[in-house]
């Protein structure tokens, strides 16, 4: 995707605005995120990669991992402004970050327990950790302290 005024440009990054994180995720009812938006900052300043999506120079779309480059890539965020979505945003995302870790053998996300986002991923390849066979993979997850 290219940069024009419609077109949508997709590059990584190092740095995002403060109130263009917040608008974003904002915009997708990411609260928990825009509650503090020093954290939101300053995951994405510790995030391994960042790829952004631009539209005549607006942010709509962001997407971050945390990797090891050897043999995990955690895809932590992926967002689409909703006048923005269903339109290869957050393929596009996606794939510049599998891309970027294209000789990393595991890559591991969590999401919503919503059919959209598992059509979403499994249309890029990945498959739910039950579907991989009974007693092959576990997953496990803490929240808070």
Same mark, same amino acid.
């Given at each position: 995707? %290219?940069?024009? &005024?419609?077109? !949508? +440009? *997709?590059?990584? !990054? ?6 263009? @994180?917040a608008? $974003?995720?904002?915009? /997708?009812?990411?609260?928990a ?6 954290? +939101?900052?300053?995951?994405?300043? =510790? %995030?391994?990669?960042? #790829? ?13 991992? +945390? ?7 955690? $895809?932590?965020?992926? +967002? ?7 339109? =290869? /945003?957050?393929?596009? @995302? /996606?794939?510049? #970050?599998?891309?970027?870790? &294209?000789?990393?053998?595991?890559? #591991? ?6 059919a ?12 739910? *950790? ?6 092959? @993979? ?6 808070? %302290?």
């Open positions: 995707m %290219s940069g024009t &005024r419609d077109e !949508v +440009l *997709i590059e990584p !990054v190092t740095e995002v605005q403060r109130h263009e @994180l608008e $974003l995720y904002g915009a /997708v009812g990411w609260t995120y825009t509650k503090t938006p020093e954290l +939101l900052l300053a995951a994405i300043e =510790g %995030s391994s990669f960042v #790829v952004t999506a631009r539209c005549g120079g607006r942010l709509v779309g962001l997407a971050r991992a +945390l990797s090891d480059d050897a043999t995990i890539c955690y $895809l932590q965020d992926v +967002l689409v402004h909703p006048a923005k979505q269903r339109s =290869g /945003v957050g393929r596009a @995302l /996606v794939g510049a #970050v599998l891309q970027r870790y &294209r000789a990393v053998r595991q890559k #591991v996300l969590l999401t919503d327990d919503e959209g986002q598992r059509a979403f991923y499994e249309s890029l390849g990945f498959a739910e *950790i039950r579907d991989h066979g009974e007693g092959s @993979l576990r997953a496990f997850v803490r929240f808070g %302290s």
